[in-house]
DNA sequence: TTCGTCGATAGAGAATGTCTATTGACCGAT
DNA sequence: ATCGGTCAATAGACATTCTCTATCGACGAA
């Protein structure tokens, strides 16, 4: 039963039986054969077909709600049963935005500190991939923003502010300065992460805000990619300064603070709205408490 | 899998693996082998045995609580589903304390004008039993007192407010009076519930309270027995005024308020704290609040 | 029309689940 | 100490379910 509910879940991911089924480790007709029979039980079909998939029925959308509540139940259950045999072990798969990559390091760090046995896995996302994978349970905690766009069932935790500072070359234009306004850095050619990254989005909407326009020279979906251009002194980028602080400040690469206004991010941690925790899952949680007040200093 | 978490549910129910597997309508070694089933897929022993059932280890505690979430959770999704087809339909099981039974029609009344397709089931039980089957996903609600005794993980609507009364008849002993004091209600021989009933225990606790000792003459579990020996003009009993208005009062019947202290006790609905609700739980609920003005008043 | 993709179906074999019957351990009473 | 009685585990047979491979039929794009 638990374990048809888990191709519900994977088909809600990859809306395709046979990728879906592959993500589930069994063939494609095991997992028609296993909605099939979902639907058998509930007396009412749960997917849209068509000789391809086409969503879910509404009927269809409330089991996936109830699904991903029970199959992540079943989840956190054995991975506790599992820490009290074992301590605290297993993997911890975090997903973070581009711009908070950078200070991942200081959970995860003391967190082996606590908890040598568990592992991690952290993805590169969007903060919308991120609500996705949470809801669907592919990862246990994000890290992203959580002022702007209306975040799910989850619960979060401020880890930090994110505030913007112009990172260009001393001996280019405004480069002496020690700050510009959004309306200097609009004049500026910027290397800047792709649209798709609210990153972005909040970078175009302060610069619309200060008269400009947002016409970067290059984007990018890596940060790396973005300070690597910086670094040959040609280009120039907006980061939250915590990031540029993290990769390497110079003499010639400066980073001012851009000002009018004084725009400030909240990026903290996500973790799914369940009750109780994942252990695994709290202890990151704790890690981000304990974090948060040095991160903010 | 779910299966077998409830062998787990049905095991803390009756201590009893034989009698665990005929709740679960399995044979005994069936339950047992899904029992041993579940301790090897979580590496771990749950039950305490020695020839014969001897409680749960602190895993299979921890199991058991997410047995319960898991199954109850499987349950309230197919309800929902099945709620989706065919209106609100099904089996609501309720347990209420005797001195509330009087007043579950003033719920299950228009109830089922509102959803004529739900079938009920109502027992009769202590306060305690009432906790521990909805802790045990036995009911689907109680009717029981919410102040006294520590409520576990439930959600409470309060229905009304128990006051007690001297039921006895007008030509005995206090008959005339218009109110008494529960040091007189002590000198008079009572019949009461059995000690194992909150209500008996509120008693005794305000008849201790008022100077006097419980020596009831006669003592029962069942409320109609109580009454019913009230009725024949020889016996006297404390209930609380809405149920001996319900049992009917005559001129020779009467209920004497009961004063120093006018004890109140809150009743009230309770339900699992399951978010989401059960609809045909939400459902009763919905009705409580309806209901509880005019109980009140 | 033809080809390619997608999901459903058929049928065989493997894995699980469930039953009856029995065993072995323990407990209490003689 | 022995004898019954109760309880849960085990053995072995049978049934059900699961999962696979192979294939089909429907649909859409070229």
Known sequence: MIDKLDYVLALAREKHFGRAAEACGVTQPTL??????????????LVNRGSRFQGFTPEGQRVLDWARRIVGDTRAMREEINSLRHGLSGRLRIAAIPTALAMV????????????????????????????LLENLEIDAGITYLGNEPLGRVNAVPLYSERYRLLTSADAPLGNRDSVTWAEVAQVP???LTPDMQNRRIIDRLLKGAGGESRPTLESDSMILLFSHVRTGRWASVMPAK?????GLTDTLRAIPI??????????????????????TAALVEEAKRAAPMLEG
């Open 105 to 132: 390091a200081a959970l995860t760090t003391p967190y082996r500190e606590r908890h040598p046995n568990v592992q991690f896995t952290i993805y590169s996302r969007t903060s919308i991939e991120i609500l996705d």
């Open 190 to 192: 910027l290397c800047l």
């Open 259 to 280: 000002v009018q206004p004084e725009a400030v991010q909240a990026i903290g941690l996500v973790v799914p709205a369940r009750e109780p925790m994942m252990q695994i």
């Open 243 to 247: 990031l540029a602080e993290t990769l």
């Open 32 to 45: 028609s054969a296993g909605v099939k029979q979902l639907e058998e039980q509930m007396g009412v079909l």
